[in-house]
């Protein structure tokens, strides 16, 4: 049974910084696969954030380039997302998803391409 767990999300101040963490259970050779952050605030279409794919390319969106470092721990099997300069427009339900058969390195993260998904963690940035 796969299993993505996302923990680290909370309120905070516009400014601030928070780690999300993404647990992987369940996926044999989850080493291999490309990860994943999107986030969806209200009323909004969920948006790819940041990828790491197998071979260690980290792509991102260009609203939070140079702002959030996303990052894998191979041997607890957990994927990251520090962020930084938090805005309110950083506002959502932030979500890991992994996918084994990665797409091409070409921009951040596309929804449509990840087959196993977590249920989200809330950021909230005021």
């Known amino acids: 049974h796969v299993q993505l767990v996302e923990s680290g999300g909370e309120s905070v101040q516009a400014g601030g910084s928070l780690r999300l963490s993404c647990q992987v259970l369940?996926?044999?050779?989850?080493?291999?696969?490309?990860m994943a952050w999107f986030r969806q605030a209200p009323g909004k279409e969920r948006e790819g954030v940041s990828v790491?794919?197998?071979?260690?390319?980290?792509e991102y969106a260009a609203s939070v380039q140079g702002r959030f470092v996303i990052s894998r721990d191979l041997g607890k099997e957990i994927l990251y997302l520090q962020m930084n300069s938090l805005t309110p427009e950083d506002t959502g339900l932030y979500t890991c998803a992994a996918e084994p058969f990665c797409p091409i390195p070409s921009g951040p993260p596309k929804a449509k391409d990840y087959r196993y998904w977590g249920q989200g963690t809330q950021v909230t940035v005021s």
């Open positions: 790491v794919h197998s071979g260690g390319t980290m």
């Open positions: 369940g996926l044999i050779g989850s080493n291999s696969y490309c």
